[in-house]
């Protein structure tokens, strides 16, 4: 059983943050400035030892990495951030890929949107760098640069092609020619192509999502778990979901091409709350569609860190109920799924309450959680 964890790298100062956020600003400052907003909220939320590490340091990913190799983590995949031709936090991923003495499975996710401050509770909605796609000649200076992460030993490549994840193709309007003209440069490079994946549940539930280009959809949780439990609890039927999904969708096309974040406008709200057992429950019910279905599965969710009072909080996950859910999820995988991938949110969201890292809480009470599990299952 392959376990892949998403990986976030802005745990390093860059100078478009420092402008925007304050100097110095990473994913610790968020952290370090939260607070519980009621009884019995765990904010804010310590790494073990004060471990507020600083992802420039190639120690730190060895550190990881080891860690990950240790407790059952079969690779990483690092979120990478383009926008035509512009990128930000781009060194940790490319420290790993130089530094040979880092031996550890990853692949891409390319975060598709534009860069915005819709996380920050007190913001105005705003637009900080907006998605351009360009064309060819766009399309192929991007490739150019994964290139090399591609052919790296320690890329992810499924049947002879590098495994490519896209965070939501639905906002691409230039969608199945690029990742055409992609699948076309791999093979000029000798590989048999490009294996891409999609990873938001947004794209599922278009009526129109066009999957021909798509080895495999990734059920990224808890967001799979919370259309399901909300069809299954008869919340709201499935086709009044997939209708406010296609709203979002146009509104979300249209942030991106004017460079605002009405969206973000719309959907503020106070604090809301789910559970995780429920949202396991819907997890570990979810069968393989068909040999595209890549399963996922979630440690925790509270992204107050970011957004204050509009965020989500999940309650009910500590180690226990985290070993009890991925040790039923993964037998779930062997018996139902056509692949041995299983994506993880995450091994360091932070700000949003999913990671495996350590903390001063349960030290290390996940990891330990998944290597059970994994032994549970023979894995």
């Known amino acids: 059983m392959r376990i892949i964890a998403f990986y976030l790298p802005q745990f390093h100062s860059i100078p478009e943050n420092d402008e925007w956020w304050g100097k110095g600003f990473t994913e610790w400052t968020n952290m370090k400035a939260a607070r519980p907003l009621f009884d019995g909220h765990r904010q804010p939320r310590i790494p073990l030892d004060n471990n507020y590490y600083n992802l420039l340091d190639n120690s730190i990913i060895k550190w990881q990495t080891e860690l990950a190799k240790k407790y059952g983590v079969y690779g990483f995949c690092f979120y990478h951030y383009w926008f035509d031709g512009h990128m930000l936090l781009q060194k940790p991923m490319e420290n790993m890929r130089e530094d040979k003495e880092i031996n550890f499975p990853y692949c891409i996710c390319w975060a598709n949107e534009g860069w915005t401050n819709a996380w920050k509770s007190d913001s105005n909605a705003k637009v900080l760098i907006s998605q351009r796609y360009g064309n060819k000649k766009e399309w192929k200076e991007h490739f150019e640069y994964l290139l090399p992460f591609f052919k ?47 990873q938001q549940v947004s794209y599922y539930l278009k009526n129109d999502r066009d999957e021909s280009h798509f080895d495999y959809r990734i059920e990224y949780q808890p967001g799979y778990a919370r259309y399901d439990s909300q069809i299954s609890s ?46 396991c429950e819907s997890i570990i019910n979810r069968h393989g569609e068909d040999e595209k279905s890549v399963a996922g599965m979630f440690v925790d969710w509270d992204n107050t860190p970011r957004r204050g009072k509009r965020g989500r909080v999940c309650r009910g996950s500590n180690p226990d109920t985290f070993k009890y ?55």
């Open 152 to 198: 790296d030993e320690n890329y992810i490549i499924e049947n002879g092609k590098p495994l490519f994840v896209l965070y939501r193709p639905e906002i691409c309007d230039c969608l199945n020619e690029m990742l055409e003209y992609w699948d076309s440069l791999a093979r000029e490079n000798g590989f048999d192509g490009m294996c891409y994946a999609y």
């Open 234 to 279: 008869g919340i709201i039927s499935s086709k009044w979901l997939k209708l406010k999904n296609n709203i979002r969708y146009i509104v979300g096309k249209v942030d991106s091409k004017v460079g605002t974040n009405f969206l973000s406008s719309l959907t503020k709200q106070g604090l809301s709350y789910e559970d995780y057992s429920t949202l």
């Open 325 to 379: 859910y991925m040790s039923k999820q993964i037998k779930n995988v062997k018996d139902t799924y056509k692949n041995d991938m299983l994506f993880v949110f995450a091994w360091n969201e932070w700000a949003e309450g999913g990671y495996l890292e350590p903390d001063m809480d349960n030290e290390y009470g996940y990891l330990k959680a998944l290597k059970c599990a994994l032994e549970e299952n023979g894995e």
